[in-house]
């Protein structure tokens, strides 16, 4: 096994079992996205998201060499390997470090296809917004409308399509329960389910039959908020909500290597896909091959990193969406409780949040994780500085004894590529030097870095 493999300790045993103890807040290392469960009542005063700044075009061009310093940084920080496509206006960088496979040591390329996870939000959210153009869907209208017969009664009543999208329905997540014992043996699960098929009906049914873990109005990220939406698409439309989203998205938007997989295999080249579990995948499993009916319409989309460059500049260009339900999209509520006196700095809209860097700047975009795979990408709201890096090792991060969570170089290194992928205001070298702050709800945070003893449902990020 090469060097790069994590060498701080597993979870030991007691820690362990505390972890195992603690359902719902595991459903988050799992889930799709590295958004946090860290719940914010949503702050109906101020819902537009931060606009960015206008950035001149004398900005500096791409610093190649820096950019390839710091990918390089992530890979030696201990993460098996990674692929990155920058741009700045029509400038664009492609990058690649490390690992596909770490036996044979086969290097990565560029244009690797990657599971994004969910990062397909943002495309079902687009679909359900351009039916919202068409008059076919309202935003503020319940769902139990368009699913009675998977809704019903008083929540299908209460809990809104925009709920759905801006994942203040109160509705559980649903992958936890789809993984039964995963917490306490998760390789063999993991192992076992590899070819199984899931139903997005049933993935539905075990959402809303797990217990709330916050109120409704009340900002928690959830994965059955946007199977549901996949099933809205399929009522409205009358096809296969993966087929439409291919249709009226993916080749709207022009995309050559971004598609909804028909098998547990991926089509075109790409890494191995390792999934640690914090330790307790010892060492790490290649999990490339596996069914994605578990991640549907809420994350089970491949692409590449170029290609999520193009998604996100043609649809903040207004290319994919109306200016109305651009708007609509843009409308965020806080992700977390900030700090008396200070504000938010990130915020979720509609499949779309939008994140204060550490270099000052307000991006939008999304993040995905699926077992082995991880995936970033953020832009300027103008969609003209932009940076997609997808990586091979997920939840690696480690725990002292009592649970409490290790130095981490791997999210500090990958923090820094991203602010300094994005900085326009210094040479993207000087701000990969500084050690970014930890916003709650960043990437790194949630890929892992929850404690693994929190109760109530709810994590609290370690800083």
Do not use: C
């Given at each position: ?79 098996y390997g990674a692929y990155s496509a920058v741009r700045d206006g029509s400038a664009r960088w492609n990058g ?113 039959a797990a217990p709330p873990v916050v109120e409704r109005g009340t900002y928690a990220y959830s994965n059955t ?59 790490p499993r290649d999990y490339s091959v596996y069914d994605m009916s578990w991640g549907g319409t809420a994350g ?164």
């Amino acid at each position: 096994m090469p060097s790069v493999h994590p060498k701080s300790r597993p979870l030991p045993p007691r820690s362990r079992a505390r972890w195992t103890a603690v359902a719902p807040v595991a459903v988050l290392a799992l889930s799709l996205s590295a958004l946090p469960a860290q719940a914010a009542p949503v702050d109906t005063r101020a819902t537009a998201g931060p606009t960015s700044a206008v950035v001149s075009s004398t900005a500096p061009a791409l610093d190649r060499e820096a950019l390839r310093a710091s990918l390089d940084a992530f890979h030696k920080a201990g993460m098996y390997g990674a692929y990155s496509a920058v741009r700045d206006g029509s400038a664009r960088w492609n990058g690649a470090t490390g690992f596909a496979d770490v036996t044979t040591e086969r290097p990565t390329r560029p244009g690797f296809e990657h599971r994004i996870g969910s990062i397909t939000k943002t495309f079902t959210s687009v679909a359900v917004l351009q039916q919202v153009g068409a008059g076919r869907v309202d935003l503020d209208a319940p769902i139990g409308r368009y699913l009675p017969d998977l809704v019903p009664g008083e929540r299908g009543q209460r809990v809104t399509v925009r709920m759905l999208l801006n994942h203040t329905s109160g509705i559980a997540d649903y992958v936890l329960p789809a993984f039964p014992g995963i917490l306490e043996n998760p390789g063999k699960v993991l192992d076992e389910n590899r070819h199984r098929q899931l139903a997005p009906e049933e993935l539905v049914r075990l959402g809303l039959a797990a217990p709330p873990v916050v109120e409704r109005g009340t900002y928690a990220y959830s994965n059955t908020n946007y199977i549901l939406a996949g099933l809205l698409l399929k009522r409205v439309t009358g096809q296969e909500p993966e087929a439409y989203i291919t249709r009226n998205v993916i080749r709207k938007a022009g995309l050559r290597h971004t598609y909804f997989p028909r098998s547990a295999y991926i089509r075109g080249p790409h890494a191995k896909m390792y999934e640690s579990m914090f330790g307790l995948i010892d060492p790490p499993r290649d999990y490339s091959v596996y069914d994605m009916s578990w991640g549907g319409t809420a994350g089970a989309m491949v692409s590449t990193m170029s290609d999520l460059n193009d998604f996100y500049r043609k649809l903040l260009g207004g290319k994919l969406l109306g200016a109305a339900e651009l708007r609509a999209m843009k409308t965020t509520v806080p992700t977390h409780e900030p700090e008396p006196g200070q504000e938010a700095v990130m915020r979720y809209g509609l499949g779309i949040y939008t994140l204060r860097m550490p270099n000052g700047g307000w991006y939008w975009g999304h993040d995905g994780g699926v077992f082995g795979a991880g995936t970033w990408a953020l832009s300027t709201e103008d969609g003209s500085r932009q940076v997609a890096i997808g990586y091979n090792l997920m939840k690696y991060q480690r725990f002292d004894e009592q649970g409490r969570p290790l130095p981490d170089p791997v999210s500090d290194a990958l923090y820094r590529y991203v602010d300094g992928a994005l900085d326009r205001s210094a040479a993207p070298a000087a701000s990969a030097q500084r050690l970014a702050p930890r916003a709650p709800g960043a990437l790194p945070l949630v890929d892992g870095l929850i404690a693994p003893d929190r109760a109530h449902g709810r994590s609290t990020v370690a800083r």
